[in-house]
């Protein structure tokens, strides 16, 4: 996890600063170097993950001169195939996948990548596939491996118990900086029960520290900036706790519907899809005690403390929604491989307290839905109301609150909203907005979001992947929610293309709350 400070004041780009530096880091000119060789094993070679961002993201690392010269990458996956057309097919699409839309595909980064790219083609629970894979990686001077999880969640075990078998999990220790590293993706169980069940199968042929846990939203920027937002400044950490802060409203709303992806969702629905992973990652950096350092364990630790921190939700804390035909189309029930009489909620609201000295009876909002009016992901924090104003003739609740925002999609900055009096000769007050984007102070950076993660797997920093205790303890909270006492919980019609059900407005009504509007402009 890097960060590349720059002196806003004169808008001069300084020297970066390395944080939560893994063990290979040596600060070089720009906090960079090359991460370790090693070679790189993608399982789901022919899928999505690998074309749309594993593949632009090593891209871009290339670019920026972060992978070193013995870097291999094999892709496994079932269905023979050449390994030119596996690289030409990968190739075509990186222009649309790679982020910087701007320039064209640098053909000589290209080259220099592909060149190390192999297809390996192999059934996932096929012993000789693992034999394969050990002879090329022992023949390898270096003997290092990651072993990236880009499959269905049905495939984890197996593929894990085939590489610990086949003894390719086993660290040389005699070497030093020997390493083998596996990176899972969500959906890391579905319930307390199989969250817990996972990492115990894990933990029979892997250590602990051998598995990287991927939440992409740690990969994004703009949440990595919370921290430095909080940390590196000292204006926010004085007021961030329930003396000052009303209360905080985390929104994922999305435009997109299901695109596709209906025999997955009606298994897994909005909650369990983005709550207690993606949306409980922002809320645990909008609000961890400040760690000793950026050191991976200090961080995690904090994380891990604050997820323990989080009051079970009740049923009576969440509102689930589904969207229905509307401006913005097709109502979930009509889309492909989805029931007719389905009742997967493709909305999740829910109020989350953390029953911690810092915010006790501070409300957390977080909603998540797909179909709704915009595409937006940012957390909203909003402070106290004044304790009383001078000014006689205007109540303190005709005040705008202020709100302090991280908006991390699309936009990426931060905004407050505060209030200042109105030119004129009376004394009236107004509100209005600052906002700072990203854009307007540094250059736009390549990145789809994988390009920090697969580095600091590759240097051994762990700071941006999630442990298994702090994993099962959101699950934990959540619980009682996936199995309610009392049967499932309702689902709520919305209109595609709107803001969510009415009964969401309800949940923050009762506390005298009402969400932020989707419509305004960014
Ligand atoms: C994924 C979910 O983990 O995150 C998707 O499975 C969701 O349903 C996506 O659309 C949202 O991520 P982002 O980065 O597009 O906001």
């Not at 005709?398 to 009096?421: C, E, M, Q, S, Y």
Request: charged fraction near 25%.
């Amino acid at each position: 996890m890097t960060n590349d400070a720059h002196d806003a004041s004169s808008n001069t780009p300084q020297a970066s600063c390395k944080i939560g530096a893994g063990p290979h880091a040596a600060a070089g000119p720009a906090g960079k170097h090359p991460a370790p060789p090693c070679t790189l094993v993608i399982f789901g070679a022919g899928g999505d993950l690998t074309k749309r961002l594993l593949t632009p993201s090593l891209y871009n690392l290339t670019v920026d001169g972060l992978l070193d010269d013995g870097m291999q990458i094999i892709g496994v996956n079932h269905g023979e195939r050449e390994t030119k057309a596996w690289v030409d097919d990968l190739g075509q699409s990186l222009q649309q996948f790679a982020a910087d839309k701007k320039s064209k595909v640098d053909d000589k980064a290209w080259q220099w990548l592909s060149s190390r790219m192999e297809y390996m083609a192999g059934e996932f629970e096929a012993d000789d596939v693992f034999e394969a894979l050990k002879q090329r990686i022992d023949k390898t001077s270096h003997g290092n491996a990651i072993f990236y999880l880009a499959v269905g969640a049905r495939f984890f075990r197996p593929i894990v118990e085939r590489l610990g078998k086949a003894g390719l999990l086993k660290e040389d220790k005699e070497r030093e900086g020997n390493f083998r590293r596996l990176v899972i993706e969500k959906p890391f169980g579905t319930d307390l029960a199989s969250a817990r069940d996972l990492p115990a199968h894990i933990l029979q042929f892997a250590d602990e520290s051998q598995v990287y846990r991927i939440d992409h939203f740690l990969g994004k920027d703009t949440v990595q900036s919370i921290l430095a937002v909080r940390f590196a400044n000292a204006m926010f950490e004085p007021i961030w706790r329930r003396e000052y802060i009303d209360s905080v409203q985390i929104t994922a709303s999305e435009t997109l519907g299901v695109e596709g992806r209906g025999k997955f969702y009606e298994q897994t629905g909005a909650f369990r899809d983005m709550v207690p992973n993606h949306l409980f990652q922002l809320l645990a950096m909008v609000a961890l005690e400040p760690p000793n350092s950026f050191d991976a364990e200090a961080v995690r630790d904090k994380k891990a403390e604050l997820f323990a921190a989080i009051e079970p939700l009740k049923r009576d804390d969440v509102v689930f929604g589904q969207y229905e035909k509307g401006g913005a189309g097709v109502g979930y029930r009509e889309e492909p491989d989805v029931a007719r009489d389905s009742i997967t909620e493709t909305y999740a609201a829910a109020r989350v307290f953390i029953d911690n000295w810092r915010w006790a009876g501070v409300p957390f909002y977080l909603r998540t839905g797909k179909r709704m009016t915009t595409r937006r992901t940012e957390i909203a924090v909003q402070l106290k109301r004044v304790p009383f104003l001078m000014f006689r003739d205007t109540p303190v609740e005709a005040l705008t609150p202020n709100v302090f925002t991280l908006r991390i999609d699309p936009a990426h900055g931060t905004r407050f909203d505060f209030n200042v009096k109105v030119p004129g000769p009376t004394m009236q007050i107004g509100a209005v907005r600052s906002a700072f984007n990203y854009n307007d102070f540094f250059e736009e950076h390549a990145n789809v979001g994988y390009e920090t993660l697969l580095y600091d797997c590759m240097l051994g920093d762990e700071t941006l992947f999630q442990r298994a205790d702090s994993i099962e303890s959101g699950w934990c909270a959540v619980e009682g929610v996936l199995h309610p006492e009392g049967g499932p919980l309702p689902v709520h019609g919305y209109a595609a293309g709107s803001s969510g059900p009415a009964e969401a407005d309800a949940l923050l009504a009762r506390d005298g709350h009402a969400w932020r509007s989707l419509q305004d402009a960014e």
